[in-house]
């Protein structure tokens, strides 16, 4: 049973475009959505991460919005930059489970000089 | 650099054979977090570690198994290796408390031939 559903599986954009990911989640127990970036070869790494309280997060040009009714949340990369073209992973924890992450299946991200 | 180390960083083995995955998590950090990537099924939780004692559970084979050690390092056991365990094998630490924001290593290669 896949619990977090990411989409596109990829996505092409042209430097200073807008990126949008988006992710849906089935178990409302889930109380953290963090977003990871991957590079090849590389770990991921925490990128923005929401509680379910909070409707918006900005982090420089990295947003995330949630929509708790929807059950709902997506990654917005404002002036995509080709520094930007990696793999982003949504996922999503529950304190009370230990904090074990459980992740979408990633879009990769390509910007275009 | 995520503080985070894991040796080797490949490893080539054949079917029936058993590894021994290494990792070291930041200095300070209790939790330690297995995850596997591959290609059909993505980042998959496996188990994690709080302060030498398992914390939780994901899908982990039988076959395989972990633990962590007095100094906080863990090793994660993978025996009569079959030709699908060839992956990418992450570890990730974290402080208890900070929720989600688990740090990856550079992971480990696993090729099964």
């Known amino acids: 049973q896949q619990q977090v559903k990411q989409s596109p599986q990829s996505l092409i954009v042209q430097k200073g475009g807008i990126s949008i990911i988006n992710c849906a989640y089935e178990?409302?127990?889930?109380?953290?959505f963090p977003w990871y970036q991957q590079f090849p070869g590389k770990g991921p790494a925490l990128l923005i991460a929401?509680?379910?309280?909070?409707s918006e997060k900005k982090e420089g040009r990295f947003t995330i919005s949630f929509n708790k009714s929807a059950k709902q949340f997506s990654l917005h990369i404002m002036d995509s930059q080709p520094g930007d073209s990696a793999t982003y992973f949504c996922?999503?924890?529950?304190?009370?489970?230990?904090?074990?992450?459980?992740f979408g299946g990633g879009t990769r991200v390509l910007v275009k000089p | 650099d995520s503080g985070v180390t894991q040796t080797p960083k490949h490893l080539i083995t054949a079917t029936g054979q058993r590894v021994t995955l290494r990792c070291s998590p930041r200095?300070?950090?209790?939790?330690v977090y297995w995850y596997q990537q591959s290609l059909d099924q993505g980042l998959q939780f496996l188990i994690q570690?709080?302060?030498?004692?398992?914390?939780a559970k994901g899908n982990i084979l039988e076959r395989f198994s972990a633990q962590q050690f007095p100094d906080l390092h863990s090793e994660l056991n993978l025996s009569s290796l079959e030709l699908g365990d060839s992956a990418l094998y992450f570890c990730?630490?974290?402080?208890?408390?900070?929720?989600?924001?688990?740090?990856f290593g550079p992971g480990t290669r696993l090729l099964v031939l």
């Open positions: 990730a630490s974290s402080v208890e408390g900070a929720q989600g924001t688990q740090y």
């Open positions: 929401i509680r379910p309280d909070v």
């Open positions: 178990n409302t127990a889930f109380d953290y």
């Open positions: 570690y709080y302060n030498g004692e398992e914390r």
């Open positions: 996922a999503a924890s529950i304190k009370a489970a230990g904090n074990k992450l459980t």
């Open positions: 200095s300070g950090d209790l939790s």
